[in-house]
């Protein structure tokens, strides 16, 4: 008890500030980046490049709690047993680690769409990939603006 | 904290044929990341259910897996493509090995 008397008002200001700076620090030390989810695309497709278009990443813009962001996406296909999609793959460039989820489809899928929630510890761009029967790549991005990080601390 | 998991799942009971039905499942469980740390300052291991698998009548027909990013309680929706009456059955793998397990019937016609 007799501790907390001995707190002034200005320590009592100045020790929330180290730990919110120390917060801001925190997440920099260690988390994916454009790279290293580059890196992890590199391992599934080696050097075969994705083309825009035929996804619906559906995410919100401004994510206010980044411990449950939702995401939905959508890739336009026929889903017959040529032509359907294989699977998605989403990744996050700031996050501690860069995967997010992997989906796989199928025809009797009938639809290639399903959403999930995700954790988003900053401010970050979520790329999402997806692979079509016939072998080709389709990618999608956005940015997702996150006023509290969701990573525990 | 840990309870264990109870799973929940929303799919509608009957379908017409060639309908395209969609499936709603949650999942009580921590998601534990494998980032967070304890008051000592130790990492709290990672024990999160990596994988989601949806059959019907025996076969698979979507599959998820899931890093520490997904969300606590985690929920999954997808679809499915009615052609003819059978059941679901869907499981949950988690990081202990446990699978956690539901099932739903559709009846078409």
Redesign the interface.
Known sequence: MALHKAVTRRDAFALPAIGAAALMIAPRLAHADAAAVEAEIRKLYADRKPTDGRIKLDVPQIAENG???PINIEVESP?TAQDHVKAVHVF?DG???P?????????????A????????SQTQNIICIAEMAGGALHSASANVKVTIG???? | MSTKPTPRIRVPGNAKAGEIIEIKTLISHEMESGQRKDQAGKTIPRKIIHGFTAAFNGKVFFEATWHPAISANPYQSFFFKAQESGEFTFAWKDDDGSVYEAKAKLAVG
């Open positions: 411990l449950v962001v889903m996050a996050n501690p680690l995967g997010v989820l992997s989906f796989r489809f199928t025809p009797e899928s009938g639809k769409a399903a959403s999930v929630r995700m954790r988003l969701g990573c525990g601390g």
